[in-house]
C-alpha cells in the first residue's frame, strides 16, 4: 500500500502561484508513475501533469502548459506541481495519484489507471 497526502493548496488571486506537494509513504517503490488530476464541482476528475520515475519524461494538459511544471525528488518520496500564472478556471481540488506499474494497461492521462490516491488539496483562485 501507498499513501499519499497533499498540501499546499489555499487561495490565491489571478496571475498569482502556488506550489503543491504530494508525500508518498509505505511502499514508495510502488510510485513509479505519478500524476496530479483536479475536480470541479460537477465535473469529472480531470488530467493536469504526469511525471516517470526518473523525472525524464513529463506531460500536461493543454490547459496548464507553459504555467505549470511537475518534478519529483524521490529521495524525499514527494511530487510537486509549481502553478503559476493561476487564473480562476484553474480553481478546482487538486489530487495527486501514483502507478506502480512501469507499463501500465490504461492510459497514465486517465484517472482509473492509477492505483492510489491522495485526499486532495483545495485551490481557489479569485480573480
Known amino acids: 500500500q501507498v499513501q499519499l497526502v497533499e498540501s499546499g493548496g489555499g487561495l490565491v488571486q489571478a496571475g498569482g502561484s502556488l506550489r503543491l506537494s504530494c508525500v508518498a509513504s509505505g511502499r514508495t517503490g510502488s510510485t513509479f508513475h505519478m500524476g496530479w488530476f483536479r475536480r470541479t464541482p460537477g465535473k469529472e476528475r480531470e488530467f493536469v501533469a504526469r511525471?516517470?520515475?526518473?523525472?525524464?519524461?513529463?506531460d500536461y494538459a493543454d490547459s496548464v502548459k507553459g504555467r505549470f511544471f511537475i518534478s519529483r525528488d524521490n529521495v524525499k518520496n514527494t511530487v510537486y506541481l509549481q502553478m503559476n500564472s493561476l487564473n480562476p478556471e484553474d480553481t478546482a481540488v487538486y489530487y495527486c495519484?501514483?502507478?506502480?506499474?512501469?507499463?501500465?494497461?490504461?492510459?497514465?492521462?486517465?484517472?482509473?489507471?492509477?492505483?492510489?490516491w491522495g485526499q486532495g488539496t483545495q485551490v481557489t483562485v479569485t480573480s
Open positions: 511525471i516517470s520515475w526518473s523525472g525524464k519524461f513529463t
Open positions: 495519484a501514483a502507478e506502480p506499474k512501469e507499463y501500465p494497461s490504461g492510459s497514465l492521462y486517465e484517472e482509473r489507471t492509477y492505483d492510489y
